[in-house]
């Protein structure tokens, strides 16, 4: 796996700044299956589509814009990605994270990651939002393979909490104070496109895993290498697989995340006025 050399993240972020006219955001939010909508919402937006991007890879997945919004969202300079990278269109976990890094040339210091995901935990239901508070990513890639970029953090980055605690407990301040049902725990990732098996499931929950999902992780480990605080959010579009005798279906999954857009919409938002 060769990866990127660092020139290439600054080459990235030097085009960026190039159409951004001196913005510089603080924050990198990522909006996962259905959930780009509140892209919608950011302030005086200037849009970049990843193709425009030097070395960036292009996001294939349905419901995946593909192109980056710089703006205000809810009082904080943003970096919104309207669509991500997985490693199911063949992209590499670098790639996946190549945003992430280039985010941080850019003067973010905080990574906002939303997705769509199975709910694993018998007790949540679909259209439930858990707060990511660890993951569970057992033997594929890492986004850290290949020649460690100094500039970035160290070989072997601790883990503990990539998920930043204090920002979760703002989160679920936040939840509490709009009403909303937020639950709390542990994401596993598996890489897809096929969703999982009945067994993988039982598997995931025996581990300790409380919702499966095919994206986040490369993400969240490249901001955590490179120092930044990580706030993450599931939304639970359907049971995972074998939980309900009912196969799963991609589209119902789009359709959940449109469905739960508004209520997710609301609590991103006030997270990110909190961080301000
Ligand atoms: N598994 C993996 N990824 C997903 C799922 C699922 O059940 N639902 C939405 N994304």
């Known amino acids: 796996m060769e990866g990127y050399a660092y020139r290439q993240y600054e080459e990235a972020a030097e085009a960026l700044r190039a159409r951004l006219g001196g913005f ?24 970049v589509p990843y193709g425009d991007v030097p070395h960036m890879k292009q996001s294939t997945a349905p419901g995946h814009e593909g192109r980056f919004l710089f703006g205000t ?4 300079k943003a970096a919104v990605m309207q669509g991500r990278l997985h490693a199911y269109e063949g992209w590499s976990f670098g790639d996946a994270a190549f945003p ?9 210091d905080t990574l906002v990651v939303t997705n769509a995901a199975g709910a694993v935990n018998k007790g949540y239901s679909v259209g439930d939002i858990m707060l990511i508070s660890d993951h569970i990513k057992l033997f594929a890639d890492s986004p850290l393979q290949g020649p460690n970029a100094e500039e970035f953090g160290p070989r072997f980055p601790d883990m503990s909490h990539i998920y930043t605690p204090a920002l979760r407990d703002s989160a679920r301040e936040i939840a509490k104070e709009q009403g909303i ?19 993988e499931v039982r598997a995931a929950r025996l581990l300790g895993a409380d919702a499966v999902g095919m994206s986040t992780v490369p993400e969240a480990i490249a901001a955590a290498h490179c120092g930044m605080s990580v ?16 196969p799963l ?12 857009g508004p209520r997710f919409a609301a609590l991103v938002k006030a997270c990110l006025a909190c961080m301000a």
């Open 24 to 47: 510089a955001p603080r924050v990198l939010l990522i909006l996962g299956s259905g959930l780009g909508e509140l892209g919608g919402q950011v302030e005086n937006p200037i849009a």
């Open 73 to 76: 969202l809810a009082g904080r």
């Open 100 to 108: 992430v890094r280039v985010a941080r040339l850019l003067g973010a």
């Open 181 to 199: 049902t937020l639950r709390e725990g542990v994401y596993m990732y598996f890489p897809g496109p096929q969703y999982e098996t009945p067994a």
């Open 231 to 246: 706030l993450g959010f599931t939304l639970c579009t359907n049971m995972a697989a074998g939980v309900l005798d009912q």
């Open 249 to 260: 279906d991609g589209e119902e999954v789009i359709a959940a995340g449109q469905a739960a």
